[in-house]
């Protein structure tokens, strides 16, 4: 089993920065990868940001890129989400998940990822 645990959302303006922090405890893979989602009221959850522990190989959604950086400090087992220049779209809850069986690049596809946090809400007001 894999845990997953999110922090660091919050009720900021446009324009500000957040760093979203997931901690990951129990069975993982030097080749797993981490990845962010989210979902915003009334949407389906989408991909955000994705990452391989082993080799910092990152993937990004296209709405997101220059803005959001993923990175991962593996003495601690976290993986963070710096979202830089927020915007009121940006608003969601933000999920982070774990593919352990991951042998080649980050996916972007939902259905790759075998754990799942609860999420952290993110709200940007305009």
């Known amino acids: 089993q894999v845990q997953l645990v999110e922090s660091g959302g919050g009720l900021v303006q446009a324009g500000d920065s957040l760093r979203l922090s997931c901690a990951a405890s129990g069975r993982t893979f030097s080749t797993s990868a981490l990845g962010w989602f989210r979902q915003a009221p009334g949407k389906e959850r989408e991909f955000v940001a994705a990452?391989?522990?082993?080799?910092?190989?990152?993937n990004y959604a296209d709405s997101v890129k220059g803005r959001f950086t993923v990175s991962t400090d593996n003495a601690k087992n976290t993986v963070y989400l710096q979202m830089n220049n927020l915007r009121p779209e940006d608003t969601a809850i933000y999920f982070c998940?774990?593919?352990?069986?991951?042998?080649?690049?980050?996916?972007?596809?939902?259905?790759?990822?075998?754990?799942w946090g609860q999420g952290t809400q993110v709200t940007v007001s305009s």
């Open positions: 990452i391989k522990w082993n080799n910092g190989r990152t």
């Open positions: 998940a774990a593919d352990i069986f991951n042998t080649g690049v980050p996916y972007t596809t939902q259905s790759k990822y075998n754990y």
